[in-house]
């Protein structure tokens, strides 16, 4: 009897120095990409990474982040990486490695997209049109006269010579001009008109001045 029960007490003991060696080895290798320094006395890490707390070198709990959980995120849950803190613009996740979901963007991914998919960037939002396309997926190409970028350029040739990208076809650019030229050239023109405008009544002051002034003079002299 005695010897059985000293049997059965070795292999209690040998089971729990087994399962005491086996949850050592499972925690070290857990921890191992986690643990800045890991102390096999203790059978823990002594030191952990940013991100990273106590023995076994469990992620940090939100909002706490960084080395030893020292410090605070200040934004939602899903943009505090446990590691780093708030996520740059356009990312989230605890370790801010996932971009932006559609129509998400920007920081924290609170802006919203009002372009297709395809036009929408995670970080800046919405891309400009290439020249010569307008509308929310870019598809629709410029009215005519209009082209080029945002369509704010306008063809001086008929239709036919007018390319939506580029105006108006070769041996007609010379006609094409911007909305910009044609507002100088008619700056121009009023400015001209203006000075012009001047000029005449100037000679009519002088006119009706000399009429009034010099003329009876004139007369008299000449009588005598």
């Avoid at 643990?35 to 990474?49: L, Y």
């Avoid at 800046?124 to 307008?134: I, L, M, R, S, W």
């Avoid at 008109?193 to 004139?218: C, D, E, G, H, N």
Wanted: hydrophobic share 25%.
């Amino acid at each position: 009897m005695a010897v059985s029960c000293r049997i059965l007490f070795c292999a209690l003991m040998c089971t729990v120095c087994v399962f005491k060696i086996c949850l050592t080895k499972e925690l070290s290798t857990s921890t191992g990409e986690a643990c800045k320094e890991w102390n096999p006395t203790d059978n823990g890490c002594s030191e952990c990474k940013a991100g990273y707390f106590g023995p076994n070198c469990l992620p940090c709990r939100y909002p706490n982040y960084g080395k030893g959980c020292q410090m605070f995120c200040n934004c939602e849950m899903e943009n505090c990486s446990y590691i780093t803190g708030c996520c740059s613009v356009g990312y989230f996740g605890l370790k801010c490695e996932l971009p932006c979901r559609y129509p998400n963007y920007g920081n924290g991914c609170q802006s919203e997209c009002l372009c297709v998919q395809q036009l929408c960037d995670h970080i800046n939002g919405c891309k400009e049109c290439p020249p010569g396309f307008v509308g929310e997926s870019c598809q629709q190409n410029c009215s005519y006269p209009r082209y080029g970028e945002n369509c704010q350029l306008e063809c001086k040739c008929r239709e036919e010579q007018c390319d939506f990208v580029t105006g108006c076809k070769a041996g007609r650019k010379e006609n094409c001009i911007s909305t910009e030229d044609e507002k100088r050239g008619s700056n121009a023109m009023i400015s001209t008109a203006i000075v012009l405008t001047l000029i005449a009544i100037i000679q009519f002051t002088f006119y009706v001045y000399f009429s009034m002034f010099y003329k009876p003079r004139l007369l008299y002299i000449t009588k005598f």
